[in-house]
């Protein structure tokens, strides 16, 4: 598809992991759907590598010597929003927990499809480009819920004037919230809202991502409640 081609066009992915094989047979795949790719055999390599040379994605195995997934994520939030894709095993559950936490904006579970993980980069990059000011055109700048500002443009947030970094995927699914206070949204309407339609993605996804951004907001204020869980519903935006 065009569209496909748009989006891989000069992009680069950060391919990590100590599994050899999946070093090659992805980077290939990857590179044959026209992106630029650069991999790491390990956590430390990667980290000492993508302070000086930015990417524009990064997929990150877990389970990895000197520096494994999780911390390499932390340590990568720290500096930057940088879109991070998991890779995991199927008994790494509470990994893909901590990992969601911790900020990654999606993951897979391992063994998976290359037409797949591909995919998902696309999808991830098409949702990192709406913070891009040239994709932006036709959208109104900011949204701005009582004490909530957020700036579509620059993809910058602040609660009370104070900065809320965000990831891709939080912002969008707090944009989702806010722009409707008082309506609830099932997790399958974030799911749309977040990844796009077409894209499956378990419910507890959401659920990691929403106990984030309440995390986020509450280390900014302790008294933050703005976004309310209708166990067995969904979500909404609290409605001043």
């Known amino acids: 598809m065009p569209g496909d081609k748009a989006v891989a066009a ?5 391919l990590v992991d100590d599994d050899r094989n999946i ?6 795949g990857l ?4 992106f630029n790719v650069l991999v790491y055999a390990d956590g430390e390599t990667a980290w000492r590598s993508l302070q000086v040379q930015p990417v524009d994605l990064a997929v990150l195995d877990i389970k990895m010597p000197r520096l494994n997934g999780l911390d390499l994520l932390q340590r990568l ?3 930057s929003n940088l879109p991070v894709i998991f890779l995991t095993s199927k008994v790494d559950e509470v990994d893909e927990v901590t990992g969601l936490r911790l900020g990654a904006d999606d993951y897979i579970t391992k063994p998976f499809s290359q037409r797949l993980l591909i995919e998902r980069i696309r999808t991830l990059l098409r949702r990192t480009d709406l913070a891009d000011p040239a994709t932006a055109a036709g959208r109104e700048d900011k949204l701005e819920q009582g004490a909530l500002v957020m700036d579509r443009q620059r993809h ?5 004037g104070r900065p809320v970094p965000l990831t891709v995927t939080e912002f969008l699914l707090l944009e989702a919230l806010a722009a409707r206070p008082g309506f609830v ?11 796009g ?4 993605v378990d419910d507890r996804t959401i659920d990691s991502h929403i106990k984030r951004l309440r995390r986020k907001f509450r280390q900014v204020d302790p008294e933050y409640s703005e976004i309310e869980t209708l166990y067995g519903v969904g979500y909404r935006y609290h409605d001043a």
Do not use: F, H, P
């Open 10 to 14: 000069t992009r680069t992915v950060a």
């Open 23 to 28: 070093l090659t047979s992805v980077s290939i």
């Open 31 to 34: 590179e044959a759907a026209g």
């Open 77 to 79: 939030r720290e500096m």
């Open 156 to 160: 910058l947030c602040t609660w009370q």
């Open 185 to 195: 949204k099932s997790r399958d309407q974030l799911i749309d809202a977040a990844y």
């Open 197 to 200: 339609e077409n894209v499956y």
